[in-house]
């Protein structure tokens, strides 16, 4: 299988390499706002779980479970609308296997931290559980 030149060449980043670099600005986002980071891309064990981006600790406590979505442009309703009902639910899921290790969970919410070309949007309780 022949690669384009920029492809071999390096020259643009992959996918992972894009997601990476989204969810480092959100980070940053997120620490300067006060928020301390957790946990970075938490994962379910197993086949069919889910995954949490971010799990960030809120000055007043509460435990914050953050999705990042980056779209180069708002058509289709952009990046915040991009997070499905299904990928809600799988968030959700990770985030109560989260919640095991602790023996009183603290009051949690559920953000979004959208990446579009006009900037950086910060949806806190953008979604919540059944």
């Known amino acids: 299988m022949v690669f384009p030149k920029w492809r ?45 981006d971010l799990i960030m600790g809120a000055p007043d406590g509460t435990l914050v479970f953050v999705e990042v979505r980056q779209r180069a442009s708002s058509h289709h309703g952009g990046a915040a609308a991009s997070i499905s009902v299904q990928k809600q639910r799988r968030i959700i899921f990770a985030a109560r296997h989260y919640l095991l290790r602790w023996r009183e969970p603290p009051p949690c919410r559920f953000d979004v931290v959208a990446l579009e070309a006009d900037g950086v949007q910060w949806l806190q309780s953008a979604f919540f559980t059944d």
Do not use: F, V, W
Not at 8 to 34: I, M, V
């Open 8 to 52: 071999a060449a390096g020259n643009s980043p992959t996918t992972k390499q894009t997601g990476d670099a989204a969810e480092e600005q959100a980070l940053r986002h997120l620490q300067r706002a006060g928020l301390r980071l957790l946990e970075r891309n938490y994962r379910t064990p197993g086949r069919g779980g889910g995954e949490i």
